[in-house]
């Protein structure tokens, strides 16, 4: 004779499991230092992504490789001295993003804004157009964020990418050449974000300019 489950084991069942289920999620707390890197990871390989689509190559424009796209970290008025970050590429190739030259990438989930948390002279952090949760301070409590050595050009907290999708240090408007030697990450470039307690660690690899997490406490 087949036994089945009578229908009052299996509401107990469900209960059982609903019970558990929210000791569980509540037992997983949220993490913002972790979701600001996260978001950092992949908002520099979308820069990364742009550079190889859209490699900016001009016969006519003997210094077009100074309109690369790039990543630029800044703390300012527009960003209420917070934290933030923009993807840009630099047509006029002044070193500064700028919304009238169309030079800010448009975020891909909401077209309606650009993928910048603020900047001083084009957009306020919370602002009409700007993406908010750039700004690592105000969304994620962001207190510093800092460049190894390796990837720092004059004091520049930047990475930009060639067509190869190869990181680059310092801002491309001050590039001499298109492969200006000493402008080419060759160690690995560690960003490290804190939030005055604890630190994450974004590792750039050189050449291939893999982007992830590789240090978290």
Known sequence: MKKAFTMLELVFVKVVVGILSYFVSTGFQRNPLREAADQLVSHIRYTQHLAIMDDKFDPNDPTWYRKRWQVVFNSDANTYNL?????????????????????????????????????AGIILSDGVGATQEMNLGRKYGITAIAFSATCQFAGSQRVSFDYLGRPLKGAPSGFGGIYQANRLMTQDCNITLTNGVNNIVITVKPETGYTYISAQN
């Open 83 to 119: 934290w933030a970050y923009t993807i840009f590429s630099d047509g006029n190739k002044n070193g500064n993003p700028n919304l009238t030259l169309n030079e800010v990438a448009i975020n891909p989930t909401d077209p309606a804004k650009f993928l910048t948390g603020g900047y």
